[in-house]
């Protein structure tokens, strides 16, 4: 099934956010929402994860868009429809040096004091010239 343009352009704008997320740091659904300017969505960034392509051939896939790296707004990795899904995702981030814990119920966890990445814009976004300005917050 296509993709309607709206929702193409979600889909885009999530991998592209999610592709600045830099190894060894983690963020949430909620945040990524937010940078890409539709903080109402976090569910709908969750869901554009779960449709990323496993096909290299794909302009976005899961070996150029690190989806391991976002999380809920608590720290826990979601659960999924496998069971395997949680413990694959807590495999790719200890493969980059992320501490993932196990509470004693086995819901898998990130400490966001220690790996949290929570920019107020993108650094895409900075380096166009639309986000902060440095300059003119000290001539006030």
């Given amino acids: ?6 929702a193409a352009s979600f889909f885009l704008a ?3 956010a999610v592709q600045e997320i830099p190894e060894g740091r983690v963020t949430s659904y909620g ?10 969505r976090p569910r ?17 896939h899961s070996g150029n ?7 809920n707004s608590k720290g826990v990795i979601s659960p999924r429809s496998q069971p395997s899904g949680a413990r694959n995702q807590a495999t790719a981030l200890r493969a980059e040096g992320i501490t993932v814990s196990a ?6 966890s990130v400490d966001f004091a220690e790996y949290g ?7 895409s976004e900075e380096a166009e010239g639309r986000g902060w300005d440095s300059e003119s917050e000290h001539e006030s």
């Fill in 103 to 108: 509470d004693a119920l086995g819901e898998l």
């Fill in 14 to 16: 999530v991998y592209l």
């Fill in 44 to 60: 709908q960034v969750g869901i554009c994860l779960k449709h990323l392509s496993q096909d290299p051939g794909e302009r976005h």
């Fill in 117 to 123: 990445w929570f920019p107020d814009i993108l650094l």
């Fill in 1 to 6: 099934m296509t993709r309607s343009a709206e």
């Fill in 31 to 40: 945040h990524i929402a937010k940078l890409i300017g539709t903080p109402q």
């Fill in 65 to 71: 868009v690190p989806w391991q790296r976002v999380i």
